[in-house]
Protein backbone atom coordinates (compact mmCIF):
# COMPACT_ATOMS: atom_id res chain seq x y z
CA UNK A 1 0.00 0.00 0.00
CA UNK A 2 0.92 3.57 -1.40
CA UNK A 3 1.87 6.45 1.32
CA UNK A 4 -1.21 8.15 -0.64
CA UNK A 5 -3.40 5.08 0.33
CA UNK A 6 -2.24 4.98 3.87
CA UNK A 7 -2.66 9.01 4.28
CA UNK A 8 -6.37 8.68 2.38
CA UNK A 9 -6.89 5.68 4.63
CA UNK A 10 -6.30 7.66 7.84
CA UNK A 11 -8.29 10.59 6.57
CA UNK A 12 -11.74 8.77 6.90
CA UNK A 13 -11.24 9.63 11.29
CA UNK A 14 -11.88 13.60 9.88
CA UNK A 15 -14.70 12.48 7.33
CA UNK A 16 -17.03 14.59 9.82
CA UNK A 17 -15.06 18.23 9.85
CA UNK A 18 -16.25 19.46 6.54
CA UNK A 19 -19.78 18.26 7.61
CA UNK A 20 -19.73 19.85 11.01
CA UNK A 21 -18.44 23.27 8.88
CA UNK A 22 -21.31 23.44 7.03
CA UNK A 23 -23.46 22.86 9.87
CA UNK A 24 -21.84 26.11 11.43
CA UNK A 25 -21.70 28.13 8.50
CA UNK A 26 -25.77 27.47 7.70
CA UNK A 27 -27.36 27.60 11.39
CA UNK A 28 -26.92 30.92 12.26
CA UNK A 29 -28.04 32.14 8.84
CA UNK A 30 -31.00 29.97 9.22
CA UNK A 31 -31.92 30.83 12.85
CA UNK A 32 -31.70 34.65 12.58
CA UNK A 33 -33.87 33.60 9.05
CA UNK A 34 -36.13 32.24 11.42
CA UNK A 35 -35.75 34.55 14.72
CA UNK A 36 -36.68 37.82 11.99
CA UNK A 37 -39.75 35.82 10.67
CA UNK A 38 -40.82 34.85 13.98
CA UNK A 39 -40.24 38.48 14.93
CA UNK A 40 -42.58 40.03 12.17
CA UNK A 41 -44.87 37.22 12.10
CA UNK A 42 -48.05 39.40 10.79
CA UNK A 43 -45.92 41.23 8.28
CA UNK A 44 -44.47 37.99 7.04
CA UNK A 45 -47.75 36.32 6.64
CA UNK A 46 -48.93 39.75 4.27
CA UNK A 47 -45.82 39.62 2.33
CA UNK A 48 -46.37 35.86 1.64
CA UNK A 49 -50.23 36.68 0.70
CA UNK A 50 -50.18 40.00 -0.63
CA UNK A 51 -50.64 40.02 -4.66
CA UNK A 52 -49.54 43.64 -4.98
CA UNK A 53 -46.35 44.14 -3.27
CA UNK A 54 -45.97 41.07 -1.73
CA UNK A 55 -45.09 37.15 -3.51
CA UNK A 56 -49.21 36.46 -3.46
CA UNK A 57 -48.98 32.95 -2.34
CA UNK A 58 -51.76 31.07 -1.03
CA UNK A 59 -52.55 29.97 2.21
CA UNK A 60 -49.96 32.56 3.74
CA UNK A 61 -50.51 32.04 6.85
CA UNK A 62 -49.65 28.03 6.61
CA UNK A 63 -46.53 29.10 4.68
CA UNK A 64 -45.11 31.46 6.66
CA UNK A 65 -45.28 29.34 9.95
CA UNK A 66 -43.96 26.18 8.24
CA UNK A 67 -40.97 28.72 6.78
CA UNK A 68 -40.37 30.30 10.14
CA UNK A 69 -40.25 26.83 11.54
CA UNK A 70 -38.27 25.52 8.90
CA UNK A 71 -35.54 27.99 9.38
CA UNK A 72 -35.78 29.00 13.21
CA UNK A 73 -35.52 25.03 14.85
CA UNK A 74 -33.66 23.81 11.40
CA UNK A 75 -30.80 25.80 11.91
CA UNK A 76 -30.78 24.82 16.09
CA UNK A 77 -31.45 21.25 15.33
CA UNK A 78 -28.31 21.85 12.48
CA UNK A 79 -26.22 23.74 14.68
CA UNK A 80 -26.14 20.20 17.01
CA UNK A 81 -26.02 18.00 13.98
CA UNK A 82 -29.24 16.67 15.47
CA UNK A 83 -32.40 14.82 12.73
CA UNK A 84 -29.62 17.05 10.25
CA UNK A 85 -31.15 14.69 7.27
CA UNK A 86 -34.52 15.06 8.27
CA UNK A 87 -34.22 19.23 9.21
CA UNK A 88 -32.57 19.29 5.80
CA UNK A 89 -35.39 18.36 3.42
CA UNK A 90 -37.95 21.35 4.69
CA UNK A 91 -34.93 23.90 4.49
CA UNK A 92 -33.93 22.46 1.13
CA UNK A 93 -38.00 23.31 0.02
CA UNK A 94 -37.83 26.89 1.81
CA UNK A 95 -34.81 27.70 -0.13
CA UNK A 96 -36.15 26.16 -3.52
CA UNK A 97 -39.41 28.35 -3.07
CA UNK A 98 -37.00 31.58 -2.18
CA UNK A 99 -35.25 31.11 -5.21
CA UNK A 100 -38.34 30.70 -7.46
CA UNK A 101 -40.73 33.39 -5.53
CA UNK A 102 -38.20 36.20 -4.59
CA UNK A 103 -34.95 36.17 -6.00
CA UNK A 104 -35.53 34.25 -9.32
CA UNK A 105 -36.28 37.19 -11.17
CA UNK A 106 -33.43 39.32 -9.96
CA UNK A 107 -31.18 36.72 -12.29
CA UNK A 108 -28.01 35.43 -10.00
CA UNK A 109 -25.90 37.54 -8.21
CA UNK A 110 -26.89 38.99 -4.78
CA UNK A 111 -24.93 42.12 -4.89
CA UNK A 112 -24.96 43.97 -8.44
CA UNK A 113 -21.56 43.92 -9.82
CA UNK A 114 -22.07 44.53 -13.59
CA UNK A 115 -18.06 43.81 -14.47
CA UNK A 116 -18.89 40.23 -13.36
CA UNK A 117 -19.90 37.89 -16.72
CA UNK A 118 -22.48 36.86 -14.15
CA UNK A 119 -23.94 39.98 -14.87
CA UNK A 120 -23.68 40.02 -18.94
CA UNK A 121 -26.60 37.77 -19.72
CA UNK A 122 -24.85 34.66 -19.02
CA UNK A 123 -26.61 33.09 -16.35
CA UNK A 124 -30.15 34.47 -15.43
CA UNK A 125 -29.42 38.36 -16.00
CA UNK A 126 -30.91 41.41 -13.99
CA UNK A 127 -30.81 44.59 -16.52
CA UNK A 128 -31.05 46.65 -13.08
CA UNK A 129 -27.01 45.52 -12.11
CA UNK A 130 -26.08 47.26 -15.00
CA UNK A 131 -27.26 50.96 -13.74
CA UNK A 132 -25.42 50.04 -10.24
CA UNK A 133 -22.51 51.79 -10.81
CA UNK A 134 -24.63 55.34 -11.28
CA UNK A 135 -27.27 54.59 -8.74
CA UNK A 136 -24.23 54.16 -5.65
CA UNK A 137 -22.20 57.21 -7.50
CA UNK A 138 -26.00 59.37 -6.50
CA UNK A 139 -26.10 58.13 -3.18
CA UNK A 140 -22.43 58.36 -2.49
CA UNK A 141 -22.93 61.52 -3.43
CA UNK A 142 -25.57 62.59 -1.75
CA UNK A 143 -23.87 61.14 1.38
CA UNK A 144 -21.01 62.91 1.05
CA UNK A 145 -23.38 66.34 0.81
CA UNK A 146 -25.75 65.57 3.26
CA UNK A 147 -24.62 62.58 5.36
CA UNK A 148 -22.20 61.37 7.66
CA UNK A 149 -20.34 59.50 4.50
CA UNK A 150 -17.09 58.25 6.63
CA UNK A 151 -19.18 57.49 9.74
CA UNK A 152 -21.75 55.40 7.45
CA UNK A 153 -18.64 53.41 5.54
CA UNK A 154 -16.65 52.61 8.31
CA UNK A 155 -17.84 49.48 8.88
CA UNK A 156 -17.19 48.49 4.97
CA UNK A 157 -18.29 49.86 1.36
CA UNK A 158 -21.54 50.99 -0.08
CA UNK A 159 -23.02 48.43 -1.89
CA UNK A 160 -26.37 47.81 -4.16
CA UNK A 161 -28.07 45.15 -3.41
CA UNK A 162 -29.17 43.08 -6.52
CA UNK A 163 -31.26 40.30 -4.11
CA UNK A 164 -30.46 37.65 -6.76
CA UNK A 165 -30.72 33.46 -5.92
CA UNK A 166 -26.66 33.21 -5.54
CA UNK A 167 -27.12 32.86 -1.96
CA UNK A 168 -29.99 31.10 -1.75
CA UNK A 169 -28.47 28.07 -4.70
CA UNK A 170 -25.59 28.19 -2.37
CA UNK A 171 -27.28 27.47 0.98
CA UNK A 172 -29.40 24.74 -1.29
CA UNK A 173 -26.10 23.30 -2.26
CA UNK A 174 -25.20 23.00 1.53
CA UNK A 175 -28.48 21.31 2.60
CA UNK A 176 -28.10 18.73 -0.38
CA UNK A 177 -24.94 17.44 0.91
CA UNK A 178 -26.13 17.12 4.63
CA UNK A 179 -29.22 15.65 3.02
CA UNK A 180 -27.40 12.96 1.69
CA UNK A 181 -24.03 12.88 4.17
CA UNK A 182 -25.64 13.68 7.01
CA UNK A 183 -23.99 15.38 10.41
CA UNK A 184 -21.31 14.20 10.30
CA UNK A 185 -19.10 11.29 11.69
CA UNK A 186 -17.76 12.25 15.75
CA UNK A 187 -19.64 15.97 15.27
CA UNK A 188 -22.47 15.45 15.15
CA UNK A 189 -25.48 14.46 17.64
CA UNK A 190 -27.04 12.21 15.07
CA UNK A 191 -23.50 10.07 15.42
CA UNK A 192 -23.59 9.38 19.04
CA UNK A 193 -27.37 8.30 18.55
CA UNK A 194 -27.14 5.64 15.62
CA UNK A 195 -23.53 4.66 16.67
CA UNK A 196 -24.89 1.99 18.67
CA UNK A 197 -27.61 0.51 16.42
Known sequence: MSKYDNTVKR???FDGIALLLIRLYLAPVMIQAGWNKASSFSGIVDWFGNEDYGLGLPFPFVLALLATAAELVGGIFLLFGLLTRLVSI???VTMLVAMVTV?????????SDPSSWLADGTILLNERIMDAPEKLAAAKSLLQTHGNYDWLTSSGNMVVLN??????????VMLLVL?????????SADYFLTRNR
Open 163 to 172: NGIEFAATYF
Open 11 to 13: LHH
Open 90 to 92: PLL
Open 179 to 187: LIYGGGKYV
Open 103 to 111: HGKNGWLAI
